[in-house]
């Protein structure tokens, strides 16, 4: 049976469409449409509830070593109230999940892992602990909202001391009183926006929820379900786990070379990755440049020859065009190349486009 998240009857109440999703019940979209909450969030502001994610402490003396032996990236220079992406793999370089970690002192993490993962990371981590590592799963202990679009500070700035609020991409204050709640506030997302996730007690997310709805009303702010996640996540060329990554898939083919650091002490999976050597998969941006909409696990070709496979594909409302993600043999298509996908039968015409197909302006 689903779970629901502690703004389930919030996200009733404002008449949300209710369905089920990484074993939780979450609003797909609300009255508002996909569409309009997608460009709130790109123009003005949007409202998730994100809940549903996991999040793992990791604490003691050998808490570093653990987090730098479990996962591919390095947490030895992360300073105090900063965070950092990361791959957990096996030990073939597949993909356990992928995942945010965030430095609270010396002894003491905070990994944020993806809901529908979180308790198989949960088992494959207690698995591989190092010594002097107390691993605990908080997940029913914290909930969590995230605040994205370039309004974000303005709104939160109306419930917050503004000055309190981290200044930095990838950095987070661990304390700061929202609308009265005690929050961790990050600015981090998954939209491709300016934004900010809220980390706070599960009694206080829907005081702190209508809170944030009503200082941002005057600005357009709305509430947004998993559609208007998914397309704005697409649109910025942002992998999703299940998708442009699994268990077959290792981070570098997945083009997540940036969170694998092969020059640090052994990680598990690193043997597997270096032995690789060049990956044989690429991940690549696609424009439908003729009629249709490309979706996942549909067949690409170059000159003829099958290349590789879709792995995520929508309209994106923004940009006015439909873009999708893939995996393909690495050197087989360039930007600018032409491609079709094979959809329902029909080749639909594209062409290999720059990542990300959106990007915010600074």
Known sequence: MEKKTPLYDVHLAAEGKIVPFAGYLLP???????????????????????SHMGEVLFEGPGALATLNRLMTNDFSDMAYGRCRYTALCYEDGGMVDDLIVYRLDDERFLAVVNAANKDKDVAWMADHLL???????????IAQIAVQGPLAQTILARVADEAALPSAYYTFEPHVAVAGCDCLVSRTGYT??????????????????????????????????????????????MPLY?????????????GLAFGVKMGKPGFIGKEAIAAKGL??????????????????????????????????????????????????????????????????????????????FYKRKR
């Open 242 to 254: 299940g998708h442009e990554m699994d268990e077959t898939v290792d981070p570098m083919e997945a």
């Open 131 to 141: 010594d002097d590592t107390v691993m605990r799963d908080l997940s029913d202990e």
């Open 192 to 237: 491709g926006e300016d934004g900010f996730e809220l980390y706070c007690a599960p009694a206080e997310a829907p005081a702190l929820w209508e809170a944030l709805i009503g200082a941002g009303a005057e600005d357009g702010l709305v509430p947004c379900g998993l559609g208007a996640r998914d397309t704005l996540r697409l649109e910025a060329s």
């Open 279 to 356: 990956p044989a998969r690429t991940r690549i941006g696609i424009e439908v440049t003729g009629r249709g909409i490309v979706r996942e696990h549909e067949p690409v070709f170059a000159d003829g020859k099958r290349i590789g496979t879709t792995t995520s594909g929508t309209y994106c409302p923004f940009l006015k065009k439909a873009c999708a993600m893939a995996l393909v043999e690495t050197g087989s298509a360039e930007i600018g190349d032409s491609l079709e996908v094979e959809v329902r039968g029909r080749k639909v015409e594209a062409r290999v486009a720059p990542m990300p």
């Open 28 to 50: 797909i979209e609300y009255p508002t449409g996909l569409m309009k909450e997608h460009l709130a969030v790109r123009n003005a502001c949007g409202l998730f509830d994100v």
